[in-house]
Structure formats: C-alpha cells, structure tokens
C-alpha cells in the first residue's frame, strides 16, 4: 500500500500562499480552507482575471482572500470558479476582497476595500 500525505488544512495547518502574475489568465488551484493570493508582490500591468480549479475535497465555507495592487487603472476579474465584481486597480494602491467557497463556486462577501 502506498503512504499517503494528505495536505494539513487550515486551521490546523497552514493558509496556502499564492501569488499572481503582472497580466492575464491566472489559474490558482483551491485545495485548501484558506487560500491567500498575493497579487502585490507583482503588481498588474495588464488585467488579470483568476480562474480556479477547485479540489474535490473543499469544503463549503473555504475561504479566499484576494490582495491586488496596479499600476494604473488595471481590473482584476474574478474568472471561472468565482462569483464577484471586477475590481478597478488605482496606481500604486493596495485593494482586498474576501470570497467564501458555497459548494459550487467562490462568492464575493463583502465591497472590496483599499488598505493603503
């Protein structure tokens, strides 16, 4: 029989940490309770949508946090496996918006927010 190491998931383990590219389709794979993508340590330079695949295994209430910073006027389109708005970038700022896994697809909770 084969080992298995099955992922530790959050709360008991770690968030995962992903992060995005400055443009275009970005595909992020969902396995865990809580995923954060860092879409600040590369800002965009060009929209960005996030497409997701989501893990069988992911329960409803998952979370995914979204950080987004541009250049200018860039969108960060919440693409497939999401339910949101687009978010319209300011340059050099900082936005943020939450989404929670209801069995399907990740629905935006809450306006997205600009932290700096």
């Known amino acids: 029989m084969a080992s298995q190491n099955p992922i530790v998931k959050w709360p008991f383990g770690a968030a995962t940490l992903l992060a995005l590219v400055a443009t275009g389709a970005n595909a992020i794979e969902i ?39 541009s250049t200018g006027t860039e969108t960060l389109i919440p693409g497939t496996g999401m339910k949101g708005e687009t978010i319209t970038g300011v340059a050099g700022k900082t936005q943020v918006v939450e989404y929670v896994f209801d069995g399907t697809s990740f629905v935006q909770i809450g306006k997205f927010i600009q932290i700096d």
Do not use: Q
Request: aromatic content about 0%; overall charge positive; glycine content about 10%.
């Open 31 to 69: 396995v865990n309770s809580l995923t954060i993508v860092d879409g600040v340590a590369v800002a965009a330079t060009g929209n960005r949508t996030i497409n997701l695949t989501i893990d069988a295994g992911v329960e409803a209430g998952a979370r995914l946090l979204v950080k987004t910073k």
